[in-house]
Structure formats: structure tokens, C-alpha cells
């Protein structure tokens, strides 16, 4: 719910409980003051028919006949509401009367009802309210509707604040450079945003060149250790000294797999900072890369005795990838198919329009599938892979919008890995 929306909600709720609270108590003061009002004048044609009957003279006649009522059978005494007939109107309407009795010295005592029409009062609180309450439903609709044009007005620099976070992308390399309103709080905030973005900017440049610089530095090292080391084992010296040759042959494959961990790192870190510009997206075709990356595994394929399926549709269209990328994701899931397969088994390797997927028949796996796809997870602690294959496939499935999924099926047991592009 929006911040308006919950906030005229409060004051909508709040103005019609006072809404109703003042209605109700308007219209029971109201009642209340016309029937004291009444009984007022009731008290008063008491007194008046008391005063005459005491000094002998006779009732008045009144008007209307039900104005007056006399009765020497006994009846209650005391303030009453009643209902009777209005031969005008043929309806019942309210009365307030009041009965009393009248002492009488030598002759039989009589009680007396004076009655009071509350038809006119009903009629007055009736106006009153219709009066009140249309007031007081303009005021509600003009407080609600003041609040809400009021809070869209004052809460402008706020949703063009939101809008320039959800715009903004720190790898153009440039502050938010909010302009500053004229309201203190909202003044206060694109402040601290700016200068949080500035931070943030001048953070990830940081990291970004020590990467690169990284990156370079170190994989220049790497490249000379691997063929001093290359042509050290090659050495007519080394042929009668079996010792030194197997410890240049276990130094020259930790150099291999620290360079093949370096290149998995700095390609997952490229990934995580979009550093692969969308201008070096070229037209490629996968089934040509798939092709390519198979006829250089078909060694692999061969010392491993693997059988291998494989599916392309035809006339498959050409996607805007980079060729790097490209080639990364499918050769990452074609070596982990191989790697993770028993010596004998099978690859079936399918290419649709949709969607590329790689099955293979390896033994299965305990843990939670969803957790492949973690750094440097190996399902084989003494396997030479750095376990950043399927990290790598997820960064470049996410990096291009396509879902990667694992399944594993049971007798005879196949993992399967799908990428849906999108």
C-alpha cells in the first residue's frame, strides 16, 4: 500500500469516527433540549390549570381536544409519551404529556393530561440534522480530498527521488545529483543520497581498476611460471632424476589450476560488475560455437570412452551474445557433463530454439541442487576443477535474462541441466 493511499486511509477513518460520534451526540442533545423544552411548558399548564382549580373557576376550553384530557379514574402520574391519532393527517404523531392530579375539596378528585405535539420538534431536529449532517459530509470529502491533493503536492519530491533510484545504474560511473526541494526534510535526504552515491562511485572504480590491475598483473606471472616450468621438464638433465621431474610435473599443474582460477575469477567478477559492455554483443550462432567446443572436447570425449547424442534443430536464428560468453556458458556445461560422468557413459546434447540442454549419466549427488550452482562447489574434494563452472553458467544466464535449472532422474540415473533462453 502506498504511503497516500495508508495515510489518507488513517485520516478517512478518524474524520468518520468523529463523524459519527458528533452526529449521534448532536442528535441526542437536540432530543434532548425539545422534549425539556416541552415538558417546560407542560409544567407550566399544570401550574396554570392547578391555579384554577384551586380558585374555583373552570377549565379552559381548549382548540384541539387532545390537548386537554380529564379523568376521574385514576391514572399515572408524571411525564409520558404517547401516540395519537391526526385526523387531518390520518397518522399516528408523538406526544409528551404530563398527568396529574388535581385535588378537589368536595367533590371528586380528577386527573388531569396536558399534552404537548412533538411533531414540530421531530421535524425542527430533522432539518437540524439533514443541515449538520450534509455540513459535515462537505467537510469530509473537502478534508480528504484537500489531504490528498496537499500530500501528492508535498510528496512530489519524494516519488522523484524514488524515480531516480530505480533509474539509476552505478556502472554509467555518475552520482544521482539529486536537485535539493524546497522542503528541509526532503532537502536533507537527496543529500545524503548524493553523497552516498558519490561514495559508491568512487568505491566501485576503486575496486574495479584493482581488479583489472589484479587481473593483469598476476596472469602475466602465471603464464611465465607455466613455461619456465615447461621447459624445465624438458631438460635432457632432468631424464635420470625421476624425483625433481615428478615435483616439476606437480608444480607445473598447481600453475595450470591456479591459471584456470585465476581466469574463473576474473570472469565472475566481469560478470558481477557488468563490466561486458552491451556494445560487444555480436550476432551469434550457438550451433556453430556448438559445434566448435565439441570438436575440442572430442579428445576428452574419446579418453573418457563417452558416448555422445547430439540434437540441434535446424536453421536455428543467430542471438546478439558475447562470443566470449557465449562460448564460456556452453563449454562450462559440456566439461561438467564430461567430469562428472562414468567412464563408458553417455552425453545427450540438445540445441532448440528455446533452449540448450546437456544430460549426462554420472552417479548421483547428495546436498541440495540448489546449491550447485554456489562457488566452489565441488562434489569431489580431490577433483582439480575449481568448482566454478556452474557459477560462472549462472552469472551468464542471469547477465542475459535466461533460467538454468538442474534435474536428476533415477534408474538408470541422468542429471540434466537446461538453459531456457528467454
Given at each position: 500500500m502506498k504511503l497516500l493511499a495508508a495515510t489518507t486511509r488513517y485520516?478517512?477513518?478518524l474524520a468518520a469516527g468523529l463523524?459519527?460520534?458528533a452526529s449521534g451526540l448532536l442528535y441526542v442533545g437536540l432530543q434532548w433540549a425539545?422534549?425539556?423544552e416541552a415538558e417546560e411548558q407542560l409544567r407550566g399548564e399544570q401550574t396554570y390549570v392547578q391555579q384554577l382549580v384551586a380558585q374555583g373557576q373552570p377549565l379552559p376550553a381548549r382548540l384541539f381536544a387532545y390537548q386537554l384530557d380529564r379523568s376521574a379514574r385514576p391514572r399515572p402520574?408524571?411525564?409520558?409519551?404517547?401516540?395519537?391519532?391526526?385526523?387531518?393527517?390520518?397518522?399516528?404523531?408523538?406526544?409528551r404529556q404530563l398527568t396529574f392530579r388535581v385535588p378537589a375539596s368536595g367533590r371528586t378528585a380528577e386527573w388531569i393530561t396536558v399534552r404537548k405535539s412533538l411533531v414540530e420538534s421531530q421535524d425542527l431536529l430533522r432539518v437540524v440534522l439533514v443541515v449538520m449532517l450534509g455540513a459535515l459530509g462537505l467537510l469530509l470529502i473537502g478534508v480528504v480530498g484537500l489531504n490528498r491533493w496537499l500530500a501528492r503536492r508535498l510528496w512530489a519530491p519524494f516519488q522523484h527521488t524514488l524515480g531516480r533510484l530505480r533509474a539509476y545504474d552505478l556502472h554509467r560511473h555518475q552520482p544521482l545529483g539529486l536537485p535539493a526541494p524546497a522542503i528541509n526534510e526532503f532537502a536533507e535526504l537527496n543529500q545524503a543520497l548524493n553523497q552516498l552515491s558519490e561514495r559508491l562511485v568512487a568505491d566501485y572504480e576503486s575496486l574495479r581498476q584493482f581488479t583489472e590491475n589484479a587481473a593483469h598483473e598476476t596472469q602475466t606471472p602465471l603464464a611465465i611460471m607455466q613455461a619456465k616450468l615447461e621447459q624445465a621438464l624438458q631438460a635432457p638433465a632432468l631424464l635420470d632424476d625421476e624425483a625433481t621431474m615428478l615435483l616439476l610435473s606437480d608444480a607445473r599443474r598447481a600453475a595450470q589450476r591456479l591459471s584456470r582460477l585465476h581466469q574463473a575469477l576474473t570472469l565472475l567478477s566481469?560478470?558481477?560488475?557488468?563490466?561486458?559492455?552491451?556494445?560487444?554483443?555480436?550476432?551469434?550462432h550457438l550451433d556453430q560455437v556448438l559445434h566448435d567446443r565439441l570438436a575440442m572436447l572430442a579428445p576428452l570425449l574419446d579418453a573418457r570412452n563417452l558416448r555422445l547424442t547430439l540434437h540441434v534443430a535446424p536453421n536455428l536464428p543467430a542471438r546478439r551474445l558475447?562470443?566470449?560468453l557465449a562460448d564460456s556458458l556452453l563449454q562450462n556445461l559440456l566439461q561438467n557433463a564430461i567430469k562428472h560422468n562414468l567412464p563408458g557413459g553417455e552425453i545427450v546434447v540438445s540445441l532448440t530454439q528455446s533452449a540448450f540442454e546437456v544430460s549426462n549419466t554420472g552417479p548421483a549427488v547428495a546436498g541440495d541442487p540448489s546449491r550447485f550452482f554456489?562457488?566452489?562447489?565441488?562434489?569431489?574434494?580431490?577433483?582439480?576443477s575449481p568448482g566454478l563452472g556452474l557459477s560462472i553458467v549462472q552469472h551468464i544466464?542471469?547477465?542475459?535474462?535466461?533460467r538454468v535449472r538442474y534435474a536428476y532422474a533415477a534408474g538408470p540415473a541422468r542429471h540434466t541441466l537446461r538453459v531456457e533462453f528467454a
Open positions: 485520516y478517512l477513518l463523524f459519527a460520534l425539545l422534549r425539556h402520574t408524571g411525564f409520558g409519551d404517547t401516540l395519537l391519532l391526526d385526523p387531518a393527517e390520518r397518522e399516528l404523531v408523538p406526544f566481469k560478470l558481477e560488475n557488468q563490466q561486458f559492455a552491451l556494445a560487444q554483443a555480436v550476432p551469434v558475447h562470443l566470449g554456489e562457488r566452489f562447489r565441488k562434489h569431489n574434494a580431490a577433483s582439480d544466464c542471469a547477465y542475459y535474462g535466461f
